[in-house]
Each structure stands twice: as C-alpha cells, then as structure tokens.
C-alpha cells in the first residue's frame, strides 16, 4: 500500500492510529463517567490514575497522529461528496483534533490543581503547569467534562456520518479506514 | 497583615525572652510546619497537620542533656481533597476518635557535626510505638531557632491505612515526614 495522494486508503500507521485511539477514547471516556462518583476506595484511585494514563497516551498518540496526517495527507474525498459536505467533514475532523488535545490538557490540569501530579504509568512525572488551587480545581473539572460531552458528541457525529456514507450513500468510504483489506483485493480481482 | 503583626511579636515576645534568659524554649506554632509526602501509585501526595506543640528544653553547648516531646492533634491533617481527609482521620488510618494524639518523645541527642544533631526517640502513631533516628538541622535567625529535618517512617508499623489499603502498590509503606519547628529561648548554637 502507497501512502500516496492516489490511493484510496489511508496508510497502515493512520488505520492503526484511528482505532487504537477510537477504543482508547471510548473506553476512557466511560471509565471518566463512571469513576467521577464513587466513593474513596482502592478502586477509585486505581481508575482515576489509569484514566490519566490513557489521557495522556491519548495527547501524545494524537500529536504523533497529527504529525503523521501532515506527512501523509488523508486521501482525497469521493467526487460524489458535495462541496458543504466536505466542508462539513473538514470541520468536523478539526474540532475531534483539538477536543483530542484540549480534553486530556485540562484534565491533566485539573489534576494538579486538585494537588495530584500526574505520573505517566506511575513512573514518568509530568510537569504540574498549574498551581495547586482548589477553586481553579472546581472549575477546571467542569471544563473537562464539559469537553470531554463534546468530544463524545462529535464522536457520535463522525459515527453517523461514516454509516450514512456506507448504507445510505453506498459510497465505499468506511473502507479507506478499515483494517480489513478484504474490499481492495476484491475491489483489485473485479478489474 | 496579621501575620507580619503576628511575626513581630513573636519576635519582641522572643526577644524579651532571650534578654530575661531563663525563659524555656517554646515553639512558635503559627510558623512551624510538620508536613508529610506519601506515594498512591507514583503520586506524591502531600499533607500536613495544623496542630501541633512541642516541650522542649535544649542547650545546645549541652545537647545530651536536651529533650523534645512533640505532640501532634492527628484531627488537624490536611490532604488535598475533602474525601481523603475525612477518610484518613476514621478508623482505617489515624483513627483520631481513639488516637487523637500522636507523639514523639527524644530519649538521646548526639551532636553531630556543628549545627546537625542526631535524636534518637520513640514516636508513637494510633497506639503503635517505634523507636527512631531523627536528624535535626539547627539554624539561628535573629532570636528565633529553627529545628528541620525530616525521616521516612512506615506507615503500617503504626496500622495506618488497613484492610483495602494495606496493599503497598496502591498506597507505598514509607512515607517521609518533614518538619521545621520555629522556637525561641534557645541559645545560639
């Protein structure tokens, strides 16, 4: 598979990336709903620090991502997709890039404040960029979530979208993302 | 405001002391910390109490014939989150409702090189004792004696954290406690 700007694939590395990040969000953003509430236990503080693990794998998973989609553009999209369409996906693409930043960020930030420095897997520490304060804390866990509702919005909107262009469109999109190749070879053995 | 006020007459109160001479050392609580840093998977997580009050009689031209008696009010823990305080006092950890003092009590000090002793002593945490070796840094300001060091204790040789916490990956055994007594009526080292 060329990483070229004629293939109709995304690279190996961007498949991977996209579902390895997709699972990781998911299975993040659940535990983040989950763990908010309980009570103080083993339990709690286990989640809660592998939810900032995951958050912090997420932003720099995603900052290599970026870095990649930059050094190998995205394929084109199909000639049967609209102008506003393609605008549509554009900014919609956008907006789950800087949620993908922004909502580990203010987590992150969060911890802090709330006194807790984030240790990467319990062994890298990472910089507390602000100071310990607790009505920053308040408002800093109010953002994240507030975030991290969005991100899961336009999350289910990329959902929607990409099944729409599958069963409603039938226009092979879903595809260019799969980890399966099993469409190419047939697509190569029909021509 | 207050609390330059309150640093001056801690001072002129310190001054006059050391000018009547024979006043015994007392500790100037609004400025000395007894401070702790314990690890939850990694994580520094520091606290420190509000109260606490010191004995002591000490010259350092005599140090052998000195003695500290430190009293913590274990109630007064501080910990970044209302949940983590409100569960360190109850009976899993401090169990402040029965131990509500926690105490360290010197039995030697040895001098060591100038301004550094050695104090050996028995600290007591929710009815648990064990016999330590405190290093303590001597400091003179003006008429006030700073006393600072710190030692790593553990923390379930005093049954602090059972049943779910006991497990040493989640919460670490060794927790450093750190301290910096502000006292006056001190001679100068």
């Known amino acids: 598979m060329t990483p070229s700007e004629q293939s109709n694939r995304y690279t190996d590395v961007a498949i991977a990336l996209h579902w390895l990040l997709a699972l990781a969000l998911v299975a993040s953003f659940c535990v983040g709903l989950y763990m908010a509430d309980l009570k103080l236990s083993p339990t709690r503080v286990r989640l809660f620090n592998w939810h900032k693990w995951a958050g912090i794998s997420i932003l720099v998973l995603s900052v290599f991502r970026l870095g990649w989609r930059w050094a190998h553009r995205p394929p084109k999209a199909p000639a049967s997709m609209s102008a506003v369409q393609t605008r549509f996906a554009h900014w919609t693409h956008g907006l789950l890039y800087v949620l993908f930043f922004l909502v580990p960020i203010v987590g992150w930030a969060y911890s802090s404040a709330s006194g807790f420095q984030v240790v990467w897997f319990g062994l890298i520490p990472l910089p507390d960029f602000v100071p310990v304060d607790k009505p920053l804390a308040r408002v800093l866990v109010q953002v994240h979530a507030a975030l991290a509702y969005t991100l899961a919005a336009a999350v289910a909107l990329h959902v929607a979208a990409a099944l729409k262009h599958h069963f409603v469109e039938r226009d092979s999109l879903l595809w260019r993302m799969s980890p399966l190749r099993l469409h190419d070879s047939m697509q190569q053995k029909g021509q | ?189």
């Open chain 2, 1 to 189: 405001m207050a609390r330059t006020l309150g640093a001056g007459l801690a001072l002129l109160l310190a001054l006059g002391q050391a000018q009547a001479g024979s006043e015994a050392p007392a500790l100037v609580a609004g400025q000395s910390e007894i401070s702790f840093v314990s690890r939850q998977m990694g994580v520094p997580v520091a606290g420190n109490f509000r109260s606490f009050d010191a004995q002591v009689s000490f010259d350092p031209a005599n140090p052998q014939k000195g003695h500290f008696l430190i009293g913590v009010d274990v109630a007064s823990v501080q910990l970044p989150t209302d949940d983590a305080m409100k569960e360190v006092v109850g009976p899993g950890w401090f169990d402040a409702a029965h131990f509500a003092r926690a105490t360290f009590q010197s039995s030697a000090i040895r001098a060591l090189e100038r301004g550094r002793f050695e104090v050996a002593g028995r600290l007591s945490i929710k009815g648990r004792a064990q016999d330590v070796l405190v290093p303590v840094f001597l400091e003179q300001t003006g008429a006030l004696t700073v006393a600072s060091g710190s030692l790593v204790v553990r923390r379930l040789a005093f049954s602090i954290g059972e049943g779910e916490w006991t497990d040493t990956s989640m919460v670490a055994d060794e927790v450093q406690i750190r301290f910096r007594l502000v006292l006056t009526g001190i001679a100068p080292i």
